[in-house]
């Protein structure tokens, strides 16, 4: 037990989370996210703060709901052949804990896969997700993913790290 929520609860939560989008259930990861969520990939190492420098991408909720109706439009170009990924996740760490506020830290090293048709490329970092309960549920605050390669020309990522 971590300061009032079991260790394997938090790891589970991150775990189920990367399921979900492997397995596009796009609308149950939606629903992971609170209101005033933060789902941000840094552009430069060490960044603190996603407004104070520009980032691969900084999206609050409304932003995530656009990019999965996008996703499940029939019509949406670059998903007229579909992608698919696949994350491989190191046991998650708990980094930060505030039992008080029901708010807790993790951080995930990872190798995430994603195909669409004859094409396929591989993307590492660490996933960093602040957890906070509410209403008795663990919801995602903020999910930051550190790529390492995060300074190279990228693919277009289509599905979520």
């Known amino acids: ?24 259930r796009l609308d149950e990861w939606y ?3 609170a209101e005033d969520a933060l789902y941000w990939m ?13 980032s691969l991408f900084c999206e609050d909720k409304f932003l995530l709901k656009v990019r999965i109706e996008r996703l499940k439009d029939p019509l949406s ?10 994350h491989v996740l190191q046991r998650p760490e708990v980094v930060g804990r505030d039992r008080d506020a029901g708010e807790y830290a993790l951080r995930t090293p990872f190798v995430y896969l994603e195909t669409r048709l004859d094409e396929q490329f591989v ?17 995602i605050a903020v999910k930051r993913i550190e790529l390492l390669n995060r300074d190279a020309a990228l693919p277009s990522i289509q599905l979520f790290l």
């Open 123 to 139: 993307l590492g970092g660490v996933a960093h997700h602040d957890l906070r309960r509410e209403d008795g549920r663990l919801k």
């Open 77 to 86: 170009h670059s998903q007229q052949q579909p992608s698919f990924c696949q």
């Open 31 to 33: 629903g992971l996210f």
């Open 42 to 54: 840094p552009l430069v190492r060490g960044q603190t703060d996603p407004h104070s420098h520009t």
């Open 1 to 24: 037990m971590i300061q009032g929520i079991a260790e394997e609860e938090l790891e589970w939560f991150v775990y189920r989370e990367a399921q979900l989008i492997d397995e596009k």
